[in-house]
């Protein structure tokens, strides 16, 4: 190997390193913060229900929950109902970004993920994650995790909500976000990044009861109400702007 090889390798290894470093991870979400401020003061957000505490009352604490690629749009529920929300973030190097942005828009969290495989559940932290999420529940507090499971398939819900819902006895809370102005990107989840000057909807589902003594029939209906849900509010949001998620 010459040494014109090797220098375009060390340069990479490098970006590679500072990309990776705690800083740049810092960076990054202070940026978004900052952007997601911006985008959130000079858009015009509409939301149904307008009082979420006094419209869903027994149902909540609750587990909040949307589709994967509009996870960037979270931060727009709105911060004035009164709810307590902790939200699931990856164990992932990535997952330090979103973090950064949920606690700075006021938001708790809880760092687990959603395991493809059952067997490493408990590497991958989805365990302990669960137990922190009923233990949130039990104690009062909304939690919010997406429905759909990271780089499987796009807009199928998983099991573990639905487990999650069966075990601590609260109901799901479906929740759709859009805006006019948007970019969207052709990768797995179809992540869309919202613009400025944008009108927008944030509009709150049917609440998604799975019953207790269930078995594997129930969970799966239940899992099928919950995507035919989170697509019909998701629907109804692009309606309200005059859009169309396509």
């Known amino acids: 190997m010459t040494a014109t090889t090797k220098r375009p390798r060390r340069v990479s290894n ?71 929300i902790r939200v699931m973030v990856s164990r992932h190097r990535d997952g330090e970004i979103n973090a950064i942005v949920a606690e700075r828009f006021g938001f708790g969290t809880i760092r687990a993920s959603a395991a493809r495989d059952p067997t490493r559940v408990i590497e991958k932290g989805g365990l302990r994650g669960f137990l922190e999420m009923k233990s949130a529940l039990q104690e009062g507090v909304t939690v919010a995790m997406t429905a759909d499971v990271s780089n499987v398939i796009a807009r199928r819900a998983g099991l573990g909500i639905i487990m999650l819902a069966q075990s601590s006895g609260r109901p799901i809370l479906p929740v759709a976000l859009a805006t006019s102005r948007r970019f969207r990107l052709s990768n797995w989840d179809r992540t869309t990044f919202n613009l400025p000057f944008s009108r927008g909807a944030c509009i709150f589902g049917n609440p998604i009861w799975v019953p207790p003594e269930g078995g594997d029939e129930e969970r799966e209906g239940a899992r099928l109400a919950l995507e035919a849900e989170l697509n019909r509010v998701n629907a109804l949001a692009y309606e309200r702007i005059g859009a169309r998620d396509d």
Do not use: C
């Open 14 to 84: 490098l970006l590679k390193r500072i990309g990776n470093s705690d800083r740049a991870m810092r960076f990054v979400g202070h940026l978004a913060v900052a952007y997601l401020h911006l985008v959130r003061a000079t858009s015009r957000i509409v939301y149904e229900p307008g009082n979420v505490v006094e419209s869903f009352g027994e149902n909540l604490p609750g587990i909040l929950t949307m589709w994967h690629g509009q996870h960037l749009m979270a931060p727009f529920v709105p911060q004035k109902t009164g709810l307590d």
